[in-house]
């Protein structure tokens, strides 16, 4: 709620739960609506191609804010998600001859699948108990996938056919600008199933039991099937995220899906905001910049001062430590939360409160 | 045999540098009830500390222990106070997340000033071989890590049981509340645990270094420390030896008689089992939960 709120003044119950309530939240989804459409035909490709990381990131990033933000499972296995779902929809996709949107709804159906199963223990312990359990996990994914030699060909890592289903067909030179549209398209959809899913039941029961599982379970919230749920659906936005990245990047490693990735995630969500979707939104952009940011503006150092660029991942990861650190010190509610008071001092001016 | 004496006596020496990794974690979440991520970063840190001051700094080897226990006793100190204390009752995911920060930022830290190449480092244990039966001979510093250990963790159970310091952080880690009321200063008790956990990490840190390499690796050995606290109990000391010499001695059975590659995950499936079975571990305190 923002700070001007003075009360509660819905006269019916479809205008409370409406997602927008004033005129100036639609004036900006509109101006957030023309930015979207206008951003392919005003950088080139290198940015657009980040841009289309950072759309994978969103839905990745979105999924791990329902289990971690939302439900306050805290999970470490996001890494091992996203390789069930890419090696699942390459495989059925290469393999199997299923077209490309139908073998990633079933990447997005295992990978939930999956959740599931490695959420089990989540029915016993929790907090940090969970967070180790879900580190064996991540580990354990990722054995089985490097050393599986069916996902693989040959000695090469696991190549996937350009995207086409139906007429449509990807091509060389607009594979940036199609992407963008059908990933854009992706990630606008599963930010509003996110968004809608915690104006429904199942998506408050999650929030008791992040709040307090006890007493949640006290007032009649049945806390296995919302935990077991939750893993679920995380992990099945996990698995889009990692089905359109195998069909994005072409080929599925195990190299990608390693525990950095999970902490990667991880720091998208708390730099974002914990239990925010447009907080999740907000780290993956964030995360996803600040390399390719540091990048560009270290290199032109790179003349005067060899180390620099040679050091460069050292100084990357320094960063990467140091931002979520600091988010953790100075704002533990994230970037969302920073908007807000953004938008609070705005209105409030000249006042301070 | 041969072997199986070879297997156990490398395992044994890596479950004792497990287990000084595991008791400067298991102090922390003891005390401050933190789940500290950043363990294997602290064996890495304390590896590279004593190389510079052995090597780069060319110091006496003892000079150079002396110094790099203070750079540890120092650096624990600062991420305690700097770090951790601002986050004192804040949720476990935050507290969890931050010392996952940390560790990034340790390891990247270590990686400019060293570089990613292992460094080479003079032997700091004799290697001579030691025969053990007529048709086995190992390394004499896998040896000498498990005396080393066995005197470091002796020290720390005395000194948990009869000075003042260590009575103290046994009453915080009993109850914080109680702890302050009879006069204990709890921020006190939390620095010296941040403290000695470092300085036992930066033990068990030259000690692999030394059997190994040093090299980013002694970060990822870290990791290993998890498993060795869950099978041992989060908040057991005795468990961390318990827990340390079986991940040790089960990894290297793996290893040796199936298949190396398997044996990194071998602790790993070995915690979820545990996880389902006992989530408290062997030694750990059972924890009831109330709204």
Same mark, same amino acid.
């Given at each position: 709620?923002?700070?001007?709120?003075?009360?509660?003044?819905?006269?019916?119950?479809?205008?409370?739960?409406?997602?927008?309530?004033?005129?100036?939240?639609?004036?900006?989804?509109?101006?957030?609506?023309?930015?979207?459409?206008?951003?392919?035909?005003?950088?080139?490709?290198?940015?657009?191609?980040?841009?289309?990381?950072?759309?994978?990131?969103?839905?990745?990033?979105?999924?791990?804010?329902?289990?971690?933000?939302?439900?306050?499972?805290?999970?470490?296995?996001?890494?091992?998600?996203?390789?069930?779902?890419?090696?699942?929809?390459?495989?059925?996709?290469?393999?199997?001859?299923?077209?490309?949107?139908?073998?990633?709804?079933?990447?997005?159906?295992?990978?939930?699948?999956?959740?599931?199963?490695?959420?089990?223990?989540?029915?016993?312990?929790?907090?940090?108990?969970?967070?180790?359990?879900?580190?064996?996990?991540?580990?354990?994914?990722?054995?089985?996938?490097?050393?599986?030699?069916?996902?693989?060909?040959?000695?090469?890592?696991?190549?996937?056919?350009?995207?086409?289903?139906?007429?449509?067909?990807?091509?060389?030179?607009?594979?940036?600008?199609?992407?963008?549209?059908?990933?854009?398209?992706?990630?606008?959809?599963?930010?509003?199933?996110?968004?809608?899913?915690?104006?429904?039941?199942?998506?408050?029961?999650?929030?008791?039991?992040?709040?307090?599982?006890?007493?949640?379970?006290?007032?009649?919230?049945?806390?296995?099937?919302?935990?077991?749920?939750?893993?679920?659906?995380?992990?099945?936005?996990?698995?889009?995220?990692?089905?359109?990245?195998?069909?994005?990047?072409?080929?599925?490693?195990?190299?990608? #899906?390693?525990?950095? %990735? +999970?902490? !990667?995630?991880?720091?998208?969500?708390? *730099?974002? &905001? =914990?239990?925010? /979707?447009?907080?999740?939104?907000?780290?993956?952009?964030?995360?996803?910049?600040?390399?390719?940011?540091?990048?560009?503006?270290?290199?032109?150092?790179?003349?005067? #001062?060899?180390?620099? %660029? +040679?050091? !460069?991942?050292?100084?990357?990861?320094? *960063?990467? &430590? =140091?931002?979520? /650190?600091?988010?953790?010190?100075?704002?533990?509610?994230?970037?969302?939360?920073?908007?807000?008071?953004?938008?609070?001092?705005?209105?409030?001016?000249?006042?301070?409160? | 045999?041969?072997?199986?004496?070879?297997?156990?006596?490398?395992?044994?020496?890596?479950?004792?540098?497990?287990?000084?990794?595991?008791?400067?974690?298991?102090?922390?979440?003891?005390?401050?009830?933190?789940?500290?991520?950043?363990?294997?970063?602290?064996?890495?840190?304390?590896?590279?500390?004593?190389?510079?001051?052995?090597?780069?700094?060319?110091?006496?080897?003892?000079?150079?222990?002396?110094?790099?226990?203070?750079?540890?006793?120092?650096?624990?100190?600062?991420?305690?106070?700097?770090?951790?204390?601002?986050?004192?009752?804040?949720?476990?995911?935050?507290?969890?997340?931050?010392?996952?920060?940390?560790?990034?930022?340790?390891?990247?830290?270590?990686?400019?000033?060293?570089?990613?190449?292992?460094?080479?480092?003079?032997?700091?244990?004799?290697?001579?071989?030691?025969?053990?039966?007529?048709?086995?001979?190992?390394?004499?510093?896998?040896?000498?890590?498990?005396?080393?250990?066995?005197?470091?963790?002796?020290?720390?159970?005395?000194?948990?049981?009869?000075?003042?310091?260590?009575?103290?952080?046994?009453?915080?880690?009993?109850?914080?509340?109680?702890?302050?009321?009879?006069?204990?200063?709890?921020?006190?008790?939390?620095?010296?645990?941040?403290?000695?956990?470092?300085?036992?990490?930066?033990?068990?840190?030259?000690?692999?270094?030394?059997?190994?390499?040093?090299?980013?690796?002694?970060?990822?050995?870290?990791?290993?420390?998890?498993?060795?606290?869950?099978?041992?109990?989060?908040?057991?000391?005795?468990?961390?030896?318990?827990?340390?010499?079986?991940?040790?001695?089960?990894?290297?059975?793996?290893?040796?008689y199936w298949d190396p590659g398997l044996a990194q995950i071998a602790p790993y499936v070995l915690?979820?089992?545990?996880?389902?079975?006992?989530?408290?571990?062997?030694?750990?305190?059972?924890?009831?939960?109330?709204?």
């Amino acid at each position: 709620m923002a700070a001007t709120s003075t009360g509660v003044y819905f006269t019916s119950y479809r205008r409370e739960l409406a997602l927008r309530h004033t005129r100036a939240e639609y004036a900006r989804l509109v101006l957030v609506a023309v930015a979207l459409v206008a951003l392919p035909y005003t950088i080139d490709f290198y940015w657009l191609s980040i841009v289309n990381t950072i759309l994978i990131a969103t839905i990745g990033a979105v999924g791990l804010n329902i289990l971690v933000g939302f439900t306050g499972q805290i999970s470490l296995g996001q890494g091992g998600f996203l390789a069930v779902g890419a090696f699942s929809s390459a495989l059925l996709y290469q393999r199997a001859d299923l077209p490309a949107p139908l073998s990633i709804a079933c990447a997005v159906v295992i990978t939930a699948g999956a959740g599931a199963l490695f959420g089990l223990p989540a029915l016993r312990i929790k907090g940090l108990y969970l967070a180790i359990a879900t580190l064996a996990s991540q580990e354990i994914i990722v054995f089985v996938a490097r050393r599986w030699e069916f996902l693989r060909d040959g000695a090469s890592p696991l190549t996937v056919d350009r995207l086409h289903f139906g007429g449509f067909e990807i091509t060389r030179e607009l594979f940036e600008w199609q992407w963008y549209w059908i990933l854009l398209t992706c990630a606008v959809l599963s930010v509003l199933a996110a968004r809608n899913l915690f104006r429904s039941g199942l998506g408050r029961s999650f929030m008791a039991v992040r709040d307090q599982d006890i007493a949640a379970s006290a007032i009649g919230v049945n806390v296995t099937r919302a935990k077991i749920t939750a893993f679920a659906v995380s992990s099945g936005f996990v698995g889009f995220a990692g089905a359109l990245s195998a069909h994005y990047t072409e080929t599925v490693t195990w190299e990608s #899906f390693t525990l950095e %990735v +999970s902490i !990667l995630y991880l720091a998208m969500i708390i *730099v974002g &905001g =914990l239990g925010s /979707i447009a907080g999740a939104v907000y780290g993956a952009i964030f995360m996803m910049l600040v390399p390719v940011l540091l990048n560009e503006f270290l290199v032109p150092f790179g003349d005067d #001062f060899p180390q620099v %660029v +040679s050091r !460069l991942p050292a100084i990357e990861n320094a *960063v990467f &430590g =140091l931002v979520i /650190i600091l988010f953790l010190l100075f704002e533990a509610r994230g970037l969302d939360r920073i908007w807000q008071r953004v938008k609070d001092y705005v209105r409030f001016w000249p006042f301070r409160y | 045999m041969n072997t199986f004496l070879n297997l156990t006596v490398y395992g044994l020496s890596d479950g004792a540098i497990l287990a000084l990794a595991a008791l400067g974690f298991v102090l922390i979440y003891k005390s401050t009830s933190v789940i500290n991520f950043a363990q294997g970063e602290l064996l890495l840190i304390g590896g590279y500390t004593v190389y510079s001051t052995f090597v780069v700094f060319g110091m006496p080897l003892v000079l150079a222990v002396v110094v790099g226990v203070g750079i540890a006793i120092l650096l624990g100190l600062l991420i305690e106070r700097l770090v951790l204390r601002p986050l004192i009752g804040e949720n476990p995911i935050s507290v969890i997340m931050v010392t996952i920060g940390l560790a990034a930022l340790l390891r990247a830290v270590i990686q400019l000033i060293f570089g990613t190449r292992p460094v080479s480092q003079p032997d700091l244990m004799p290697r001579t071989p030691v025969q053990l039966a007529p048709d086995t001979f190992v390394p004499l510093n896998r040896l000498l890590v498990v005396a080393v250990a066995a005197v470091v963790l002796v020290a720390f159970t005395l000194f948990f049981r009869r000075s003042r310091h260590g009575i103290a952080m046994r009453a915080v880690a009993d109850d914080q509340q109680a702890a302050l009321t009879v006069g204990i200063s709890v921020r006190r008790v939390f620095a010296l645990a941040w403290a000695l956990a470092a300085v036992s990490a930066l033990v068990g840190g030259v000690m692999l270094a030394d059997v190994t390499e040093v090299s980013g690796r002694l970060a990822t050995f870290g990791l290993l420390v998890f498993p060795v606290v869950i099978l041992g109990g989060l908040d057991s000391v005795p468990g961390t030896i318990i827990g340390g010499l079986t991940i040790g001695l089960s990894a290297q059975y793996v290893s040796g008689y199936w298949d190396p590659g398997l044996a990194q995950i071998a602790p790993y499936v070995l915690l979820v089992a545990i996880l389902l079975v006992r989530p408290y571990g062997l030694f750990g305190e059972t924890r009831i939960e109330r709204v």
